[in-house]
């Protein structure tokens, strides 16, 4: 499909940023067949918080100064992935998609990653192939799930924003060398500094012995990801080695105790490669929502060796590539 000269590709201005939330709901609610497209995911806020963070660059896709589509291109130190990635329907099927692509392609080089991905619909023949045009290859299934915890008699978790200035650094800088030994220049610490600046979510700590066991960064609230009626695990970890399996399952309770102080349900995501961190979350009743397939370039790296609740909706593609997004759709 030959790409538009008319239209072009920029910078997504905080003025198209309303706009541009609309194109997701618009996008995904048309492909889903909701009778009002923009009911679709009403509570959440897909683009503004990842816009306003510093390791994320936004892009645009304009003809004749109107905003037809845009991407979010998040860099998690050595790591890449982007979304959401939407386009207006009625500029499906006219290569717009490939022109974001193109120029997403070009943040992933210029930022020097040795490894992007991105997650989209497995049986989707049409997007596995445009991203394979882009060089990313299908590994695994990524499954996401759900889980509503029980009110918790356990102490409650330890989140990052309840530390102390000092404390909190020491934290972030614990969760850096944590997600480095999982891959080598893996770090979350943009991320985290966003969320708390935000205010979209929290970070929950656990420890052995003042080490730090496991992190995950959850978010739930107004203007979040997670907006007000789901806890969404964007990341999570556990440090390896013996015990990991048990370090991974304190994580899951303390994730949870921080659900059900708000009164939400847990919304977590795993790759099937990873079969213990699968199996423990399916035995404590986790249930597959959606299952996608995760696609990475170069097509091969730790998303299949490790234990980590990886951010499993990397990019979700709909239409002619016509919008991706990090989460996927779920009907109502």
Not at 4 to 24: M, T, Y
Not at 159 to 165: P, Q, W
Not at 240 to 259: H, K, Q, V
């Amino acid at each position: 499909m030959p790409t538009s000269p008319a239209i072009k590709i920029g910078p997504l201005r905080q003025s198209e940023l309303e706009e541009a939330d609309r194109i997701v709901r618009l996008a995904f609610g048309t492909f889903l067949g909701l009778p009002n497209p923009l009911d679709f995911r009403s509570d959440r806020t897909f683009v503004a918080p990842r816009w306003r963070s510093p390791h994320v660059k936004a892009i645009a896709a304009r003809e004749g100064g109107r905003l037809i589509g845009s991407n979010l291109v998040t860099r998690w130190g050595s790591f890449g992935f982007f979304g959401p990635l939407t386009v207006l329907p009625e500029y499906w099927n006219r290569g717009v998609a490939k022109q974001l692509l193109a120029s997403t392609m070009t943040i992933f080089d210029e930022w020097g990653l040795r490894h992007t991905g991105l997650f989209t619909f497995a049986q989707s023949a049409k997007h596995v192939g445009l991203y394979q045009s882009f060089g990313y290859w299908p590994r695994y299934l990524t499954a996401v799930m759900t889980f509503t915890p029980q009110a918790q008699r356990t102490p409650p978790p330890v989140l990052l924003s309840t530390l102390k200035k000092e404390q909190r650094e020491q934290a972030i800088q614990a969760c850096a060398k944590l997600t480095h030994k999982i891959d080598k220049g893996l770090d979350l610490t943009g991320e985290i500094h966003a969320v708390l600046a935000q205010r979209t979510g929290d970070v929950v700590l656990t420890y052995t012995r003042g080490t730090l066991d496991a992190f995950a960064v959850c978010l739930h609230g107004p203007g979040s990801e997670g907006g007000e009626k789901i806890c969404y695990i964007k990341f999570g970890a556990a440090r390896g080695g013996a015990g990991a399996g048990e370090r991974f399952d304190t994580l899951l309770d303390a994730c949870e105790a921080f659900a059900s102080s708000r009164g939400v349900p847990v919304e977590a995501g795993v790759n099937a490669a990873r079969e213990d961190a699968y199996r423990r979350m399916r035995s404590r009743g986790y249930q597959v929502t959606i299952q996608g397939v995760a696609m990475q370039r170069p097509p091969c790296g730790w998303l299949q060796s490790r234990r980590c609740l990886r951010h499993r909706r990397l990019a979700l593609s709909i239409g002619e590539s016509a919008l991706s997004f990090g989460r996927p759709p779920t009907r109502k």
